[in-house]
């Protein structure tokens, strides 16, 4: 059987150079396991001056994407330049031309994924995005292939290995937010330009993903709502911590009796939630379902080498569907499906407010959860010299609730200030 494949890379940076170096130096073992020859054809970069820390023979390199496409040897086409545009009217062009195409691009699916596994349906052609959540973690695959008869309830996940390192270091070592930003940056687990790991557009655009999966039904990134990370304090950490919880940027898709729900946000764990312990910039997510019951991936969510072997994978996956040229159709098929609106979903809130001390202020703070339908579940109190810190953590409620509950607490003369609000896990949350 004929078993070479010639592959074209877009993008040979973090992932691409990985993957690139990996195609070069591990192709007799690949052929030995898969009975593949792999064959890099042509990659584009945008700088084909800058030193590379792999080679290939002249003539591969191009800093021509649409060459790469265009080029009648390569039969398959991955994309980790990254970015929205020119990423995805490459990747259509590409799906057009009947070629198969893998991406790492979480970003890009989040936003054009319906449209670019339409046209893949269309060709009768493969599109992979192993990559594109979690890093190194197969979870793509196990949810859309090995899950797909199951009737998943949750998916929970922390998939931004740059919030759950910052969180950690706060956590055990002390370290505010902007030194653990600090040592992230210097480790290069952050980008100079943090803001989309710390402000959780980066695990919305995974949480859209997870939960189009997960659900069947297609969740764009507009329906996601995110909260960051960078307001937490280590005062609301350890408070957390006191209280047997654990905080963590999580991000949650679940389907409800009244929608799928998925969000982005701090979230208190109890210490014995599966979530609970991992650490550092290791990424997992957790999957609830009535006959699996419980699972959970964890390992390495980003970095060049794990990250290009997921992209790897798909490659063989996509090399043996050419070779066994059958037409294909996607593992998944997206229905319709209701999405809940976020102000809809109940959940239980962690407050920190600064008060006066002196009687009668925790009567009228209750008033106002009362009035608004939320109830307290627990209160703690700390304060000297005229001023009290409150921790509240109220029983489930509509987030809509509990916002004008907090906004009328705040409006009263004896607070002085509510300085934080979170969300506490309390199993499920829609219903
Ligand atoms: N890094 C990770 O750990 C990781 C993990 C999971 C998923 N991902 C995803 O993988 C993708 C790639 O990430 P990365 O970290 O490898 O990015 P990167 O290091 O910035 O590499 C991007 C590559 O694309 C090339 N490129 C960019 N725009 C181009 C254009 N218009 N024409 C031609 N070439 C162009 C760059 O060329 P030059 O080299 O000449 O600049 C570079 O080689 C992204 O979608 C990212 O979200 C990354």
């Known amino acids: 059987m004929e078993s070479a494949v010639g592959i074209g890379i877009l993008g040979a940076g973090v992932v691409g150079g990985s993957l690139v170096r990996r195609l070069t130096e591990d192709n007799d073992a690949i052929r030995a396991k898969t009975g593949l020859d792999l064959r890099i054809v042509r990659a584009a970069v945008r700088d084909l001056s800058k030193e590379r820390d792999f080679s290939v023979p002249d003539g591969v390199l191009t800093d021509d994407p649409m060459a790469v496409i265009e080029d009648e040897n390569v039969k398959l086409v991955v994309e980790v330049m990254g970015g929205l545009d020119p990423a995805g009217d490459l990747i259509l062009a590409a799906l057009e031309a009947s070629k198969p195409v893998i991406t790492a691009n979480k970003e890009l699916i989040a936003a054009r994924g319906a449209e670019l596994i339409a046209v893949a349906d269309r060709n009768g052609v493969p599109f992979l995005f192993e990559a594109a959540v979690g890093g190194g973690i197969p979870i793509i695959r196990p949810l859309s292939e ?5 009737q998943i309830d949750t998916v929970m996940g922390i998939v931004n290995g740059t919030t759950n390192f910052i969180l950690t270091r706060m956590a055990e070592d002390n370290q505010d937010f902007e030194q653990a930003l600090k040592e992230a940056q210097q480790l290069g687990y952050a980008e100079a330009d943090p803001t989309a790991d710390v402000s959780g557009a980066d695990a919305a655009a995974k949480a859209a993903i997870l939960s189009s999966l997960a659900f069947g039904v297609w969740v764009g990134f507009e329906s996601v709502f995110h909260e960051g990370i960078e307001n937490l304090t280590l005062v609301d950490l350890k408070n957390a911590a006191d209280l047997g919880y654990v905080v963590k940027l999580v991000a949650v898709a679940e389907k409800t009796p009244r929608g799928i729900c998925t969000r982005v946000h701090p979230l208190m764990l109890p210490k014995e939630h599966p979530l609970a312990g991992i650490r550092g910039s290791t990424n997992a997510i957790f999957i609830k379902g009535p006959t699996i019951d419980e699972l959970l991936f964890a390992g390495p969510g980003a970095g060049g080498a794990p990250t290009a072997t997921a992209v790897l994978g798909d490659v063989i996956d996509a090399a043996r569907e050419i070779l066994a040229g059958a037409e294909v159709s996607p593992a998944i098929r997206f ?8 102000a809809e979903i109940d959940t239980e809130w962690y407050l920190r407010i600064e008060v006066d001390d002196r009687p009668g202020v925790l ?16 209160v703690w109190q700390d304060g000297e010299h005229g001023e009290a810190t409150l ?3 109220t029983h489930r409620a509509a987030e809509w609730k509990q916002r004008a509950a907090v906004a009328a607490v705040g409006g009263l003369t004896s607070v002085r200030r509510v300085s934080t609000v979170m969300r506490v896990d309390s199993g499920t949350a829609g219903r």
């Open 335 to 342: 229905g319709s499906g209701e999405i809940l609106d976020f």
């Open 146 to 150: 090995t899950l797909a008869g199951e």
């Open 363 to 378: 009567a009228a703070i209750a008033h106002e959860f009362g009035a608004n339908d939320v109830s307290i579940k627990s």
């Open 391 to 393: 921790l509240l953590i």
